[in-house]
């Protein structure tokens, strides 16, 4: 019997050392050394997304010398460790937690943020998978379960399906989505068969991952198709990398492509700092100009929210660009998208209001330096 495509993908996948060196013209030495450090491998449907040395694909997936650089970055730049219960599960809000279920990934990014876990089998384990619903069973709290990894849908529709029946079987918890790079770098993955399957467990969401336009293929159009036609929302979380989507011109044709493809941009996270990555990181103030640049400019379904996943575990902060020029309680100055000027009265009775009960004074004290300090947060870019 012949193998579905996307095995014949994986089996074709670009692996060993000498295979990438000589693909990509690199030093067999250099390549031998980034390997012991992160796995590296690439479909060969991925690879053919590359046009030249050097391009936003390139660099994205292809290993680079300068990884070797142990000076910057952390091994566990979120510190998912420290809320890690059990070996499976990242517990960091109240009412959701990351399930990493999988430890392999079609294609590894050079970025990636649980570099030191991927492509570990003894990191992410299956006998850890009944330790997770165990968990999740016994904490009333987790409404909501992101299947994550590594990539889920690396496993067998079969092994998936057993695990998305288990959580669907827990009475708390009220939605499930899964996070996964398949569509963008293995979209073969994503058949008929498999998009049947998840339509027998929502409410689920899905959060795909893309960072170039050049991503957005037919074949990976057609993946996302048959998720959507499953009645799936899907999501996009996009990494801001230097020489890959770091124009704002750039990042607005993908937002625009997604939106194509019936994807809704969720996230774009300022690149963690992560061990190994430091090449492909850019500048806060970048990620501030990008996000100025699609606001107003473009669609609002394609402005998704900009964060910062706080190293040490602090999860996910939103940054806005600066549209307050200045605030008090008789006026608010704003700056439109397009850096024109206009006044906003506040109302007449304010001081009313301030000395309104008690509970309600304290409601607008607590709110006030949640507004205030978006005035200093960047400056205008
Ligand atoms: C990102 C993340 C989530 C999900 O966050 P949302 O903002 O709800 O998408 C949950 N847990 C952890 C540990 C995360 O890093
Ligand atoms: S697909 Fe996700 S988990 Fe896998 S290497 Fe890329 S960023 Fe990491």
Redesign the pocket.
Known sequence: MSLPEWRNQLKGSLRTAAEIARTFDLDLDEVKRIARQFKIQITPYYASLIKRKGDPIWRQIVPDPAELDTESGAMDP?A?DE?SPVPSI????PD???FLVSHMCASYCRFCTRKRKVGDSSKIHPRHIEEGIDYIGAHPEIR?V?VSGGDPLMLSDWRLESILSKLRAIPHVEILRIGTRIPCVLPQRVTPELAAMFKKYHPLFINVHFNHPDEITEESGRALGLLADAGIPLGNQTVLLKGVNDDPETMKRLMQKLLTVRVRP??IYQADYVQGSEHLRTSVGKGLEVLQGLRGWTSGLAVPYFVI?APGGG??IPLIPNYVESYDDKRVVLRNYAGETFVYPQPKDREKERDGEKGRRDRIRRRRPSIEPCLDVAPPV
Do not use: N, S
């Open positions: 979120l998912e809320d990242v517990h960091r809000y959701r937690c990351l909501d992101i969720y996230y996943d999860g996910k």
